[in-house]
């Protein structure tokens, strides 16, 4: 088993900046985000890795070997991103924490600039910069806020409108005001860093953004639309839960009940797409009509129409025209 000689929390002086980063099955990067981290030139930090059950642990503690005397190891049964984050910071003494996915990276001034921000803005809870994406995409080489521009200010409100255009590998916040909106939430895995951000926004004040790539964004093949539709259920159930439990201004509360309505919409749209094309046209004519009533499009109605008249034809039409796409699609690759 992996010791890190650093895990003797009472024998550690207080830096300035936690760095919190949850591993699972990324041992394959671990290193270049480690590297990344140690050639900041803000040093005043320490490093927090949380192994959350990972299934190459062997792989990942070998390639951490090498900056085990600088870094603090901790381990823990798989339990999420969420409960592994927490972990983090329960361990960490910084006042600041910075967010680090391990197949993630910054660039050598990321810290320097974010915790500059964060001091000449005493009123601010949380500070982002933008990132670079980069992989297996055809995303790769834009910036995240240039495909998910951010509203500012920064509000609970603002987070509501623009779909919480914060990536959590280049977030750096105080430790306090994490505390005390909750930590992250372990029910929810996905959109736990949106459900916090708003938490924090709504409790604690202002967000401030950092107009600059000061990051790198891993994104796996699919990574911004094959998870999509999940994503989408489970900020449902994050926005249901934020009704439910926050205190709100009526103007809050109606912008969160919209996006509600929205998001639901897109969910039940997609559920009953797949239920369509996968020959259960009944269920998916209850979830399409909930649709409907959001989206209103001729051919949403279209299809209500078939589902009314023909619903097994409907649904063999729309099982055969997805068949059609697939083929067109693995044609263009073969081409490609």
């Known amino acids: 088993m992996l010791v890190s000689a650093s895990n003797d929390s009472g024998a550690r002086k207080a830096p300035k900046v936690s760095v919190i980063v949850p591993a699972y099955n990324t041992a394959a990067y671990?290193?270049?985000?480690?590297?990344?981290v140690f050639a900041q030139t803000f040093t005043d930090f320490e490093v927090i890795v949380i192994n959350d059950g990972s299934p190459d642990t062997e792989k990942l503690e070998r390639?951490?070997?090498?900056?085990?005397?600088?870094?603090?190891?901790?381990?823990?049964?798989?339990?999420?991103?969420?409960?592994?984050?927490?972990?983090?910071?329960h361990h960490a003494k910084g006042e600041y924490i910075a967010f680090l996915d391990s197949d993630d990276w910054w660039l050598p001034e990321y810290l320097a600039e974010q915790v500059k921000l964060l001091e000449e803005t005493p009123s601010a809870v949380m500070a982002c910069s933008d990132t670079q994406l980069f992989g297996d995409s055809p995303f790769a080489g834009q910036s995240f806020w240039q495909i998910y521009p951010p509203e500012v200010p920064v509000t609970f409100e603002s987070l509501l409108i623009s779909n919480s255009a914060i990536v959590t590998s280049c977030a750096v916040a105080r430790r306090q005001a994490i505390q005390d909106a909750g930590l992250f939430d372990k029910d929810f895995i996905g959109p736990e860093d949106f459900d916090l951000w708003m938490r924090l926004?709504?409790?604690?004040?202002?967000?401030?953004?950092?107009?600059?790539?000061?990051?790198?964004?891993?994104?796996?093949?699919?990574?911004?639309?094959?998870?999509?539709?999940?994503?989408q259920s489970d900020i449902v159930r994050v926005l249901r839960k934020l009704d439910r439990t926050l205190s709100l201004t009526p103007r809050a509360r109606a912008l969160l009940r919209q996006r509600l309505t929205r998001d639901q919409a897109y969910v039940d749209l997609e559920r009953g797409r797949r239920l369509l094309r996968s020959g259960n046209p009944n269920e998916a004519r209850e979830l399409l009509t909930n649709a409907y009533d959001f989206f209103r499009t001729k051919k949403l109605r279209a299809t209500l129409l078939g589902l009314r008249v023909a619903p097994r034809f409907t649904a063999f039409a729309a099982e055969m025209w997805e068949r059609c796409l697939e083929l067109i699609a693995a044609s263009q690759n073969k081409v490609a």
């Open 30 to 36: 671990i290193a270049e985000t480690m590297d990344s």
């Open 63 to 89: 390639e951490l070997l090498p900056y085990l005397e600088r870094l603090v190891y901790l381990k823990q049964e798989n339990q999420g991103p969420a409960v592994a984050r927490n972990l983090g910071i």
């Open 201 to 231: 926004a709504h409790r604690c004040g202002e967000i401030v953004l950092l107009r600059k790539a000061l990051g790198r964004r891993r994104i796996h093949p699919g990574a911004l639309t094959a998870a999509d539709a999940k994503l």
